[in-house]
């Protein structure tokens, strides 16, 4: 099992910055690939970002690429999400996951149970 735990959202004005934190713990944190999806009121949970195995590799949506970056502190089991310049529409609940390098929900075994990220105009 893998154990996920997210931290650090909360209410941030238009143009400022979080950064979110997942905690993890269980089996080896280091043979996963670890994403961030999101999902707001009413729609489908979306991909953010994820982050290869040994940090090799990057990928973003569309929405949050040159705003956000993951990263990963595999010697303290920690994913991390850097956002700048939040929007309103940013607004969700943010999901740290471990699995296989995708974008796809299917592919990721381990979730957290989110954490509120809410972006005012």
């Known amino acids: 099992q893998v154990q996920l735990v997210e931290s650090g959202g909360g209410l941030v004005q238009a143009g400022g910055s979080l950064r979110l934190a997942c905690a993890a713990s269980?089996?080896?944190?280091?043979?996963?690939?670890l994403a961030w999806f999101r999902q707001a009121p009413g729609k489908e949970r979306d991909f953010v970002a994820v982050?290869?195995?040994?940090?090799?590799?990057?990928f973003y949506a569309n929405s949050t690429k040159g705003r956000f970056a993951i990263s990963r502190d595999d010697a303290n089991d920690m994913l991390y999400l850097e956002m700048n310049s939040l929007k309103p529409e940013d607004t969700a609940v943010y999901y740290c996951?471990?699995?296989?390098?995708?974008?796809?929900?299917?592919?990721?075994?381990?979730w957290g149970q989110g954490t509120q990220v809410t972006v005012s105009s």
């Open positions: 996951a471990a699995g296989r390098y995708s974008t796809k929900l299917t592919d990721f075994d381990y």
């Open positions: 982050i290869h195995r040994g940090a090799t590799g990057t």
């Open positions: 269980g089996r080896t944190f280091s043979n996963y690939a």
